[in-house]
């Protein structure tokens, strides 16, 4: 399985070309950096492109941010940079530069195995979440990121869906929190950030130019330079045009939350589910067959909730639903159910499955030939699941 594993995992790197933002161009407008590369860096500025890096005012600035450090504070400068060290460059970013990250750091909390939490207040006085989360043994960090404020799609078991949806996130919102978080492990000496992935609040397809555009500056390799096949994106697939649309544009991974096959209980858990199963299926599979064949890979996720999606007929449901993709080219991750007093109309609330129901379901997938993992509960005790330290914070 380790093998099978690996492989499929290598071939869900997209092989299309990234197309890069547009920067401001107008003498009023503020330059925001996070969302402009080194090469619109230059243009904006009139900079020439110097064969080396360390004197490049372009790359420069990206060295910098991609340590989370602020070019435009001179004290910053002054410690890492002795090359972007100077009056005249400082005066002109801080003229020509809006603030560099539009959230600050409102709460934070650290659990028992090392998952951190962050809850940012925005300009407007909103909040978001994002979580660093400890990888292989504490070798590298993840970071789970938010697309919007709150959620549209009231999925039953999600403490963001009960905020419903206040508004988008910007691009510069987005990548903001990947700024930090970078500020915070390089301030702390954590492991090396390596996976980005988009489970935090929001549906990202339903922000698709912002997340779109987040995306390829992640994997812009002179940007925030991230391996492709270390970003992922999560949606519930809210339409057949929508999954066809980010499997043709995304330049990373994408992971379709299914949570149930069979479209009754399907849209218990997922109320604004418009479409069957079959039918967002099988856009995924014509989107994907479009794409070279080392990249028609798809992650699978499925919260599963005792009692609820984890018994054996729910497993040979998914089966059933996941066969047309053809062996290999699925990988389902099985997500044991965080507690957050959540449950349906009946007044039950959810809870997690025992370890052995969800191995059970487990092998009933690798049965059918199904690469299948078990993700690792994190962060518990911290109310990290999505939505949580938000809607504790607002009295939810």
């Known amino acids: 399985m380790t093998a099978r594993l690996a492989a499929l ?13 547009n920067s401001p161009t107008t003498a009023t407008s503020q330059l925001p950096l996070l969302v402009t590369p080194p090469e619109a860096l230059r243009r904006h500025f009139g900079w020439p492109r110097l064969t080396h890096a360390a004197a490049d005012k372009g790359d420069g600035v990206w060295a910098l941010l991609r340590k989370g450090i602020d070019p435009t504070e001179e004290a910053e400068l002054r ?27 409102r709460e934070q909390t650290i659990s028992a195995d090392g998952t ?3 809850l940012l207040q925005l300009e407007d006085g909103l909040a978001v979440e994002c979580v660093l989360i400890p990888m292989l043994r504490g070798k590298t960090t993840s970071l789970c990121l938010s697309s919007q404020v709150g959620c549209s799609h009231a999925c039953a078991f999600c403490s963001t869906g009960t905020m419903g949806l206040l508004r988008p996130l910007r691009t510069e919102e987005i990548l903001a929190q990947v700024w930090m978080a970078l500020r915070l492990i390089r301030e702390r000496g954590l492991p090396k950030l390596v996976n980005i992935v988009f489970m935090g609040m929001g549906e990202p397809l339903d922000n698709f130019e ?94 599963l909730i005792a009692g609820v999606n ?5 497993a040979e449901q998914l089966a059933h639903l996941l066969h047309p993709f053809g062996l290999g080219k699925v990988l389902v991750n099985l997500i044991p159910y965080n507690n957050n007093g959540l449950g349906l109309s009946n007044g039950v609330l959810f809870s997690s499955p025992s370890a052995q129901v969800v191995r059970d379901f487990q ?8 690469l299948c993992t078990i993700r690792e509960t994190r962060g518990d005790e911290e109310r990290s699941a999505c939505g949580q330290l938000a809607t504790n914070r607002r009295g939810g």
């Open 9 to 21: 995992l290598a071939s869900l790197s997209p092989a299309h070309a990234i197309s890069l933002p």
């Open 79 to 105: 410690l890492w940079s002795a090359n972007l060290h100077s009056p005249r460059l400082q005066r002109l970013l801080q003229r020509r530069c809006a603030p560099l990250c539009p959230a600050s750091v």
């Open 116 to 118: 951190q939490k962050l």
């Open 210 to 303: 912002q997340v779109r555009r987040a995306v390829d500056i992640l994997v812009e390799p002179k940007a925030f330079g991230f391996s492709r096949r270390c970003v992922c994106v999560s949606t519930v697939g809210p339409s057949p045009a929508l999954i066809s649309r980010a499997v043709a544009s995304l330049p990373c991974r994408l992971a379709w939350s299914v949570h149930a096959a069979e479209d009754s209980l399907r849209r218990q858990l997922v109320p604004t589910t418009r479409h069957t199963m079959e039918e967002l299926r099988d856009a995924f599979v014509e989107a994907l067959a479009a794409k070279p064949a080392r990249v028609q890979g798809l992650v699978v996720e499925l919260a």
């Open 310 to 314: 984890d018994q054996p007929m729910h």
């Open 363 to 370: 092998q009933r997938l690798w049965a059918h030939h199904f």
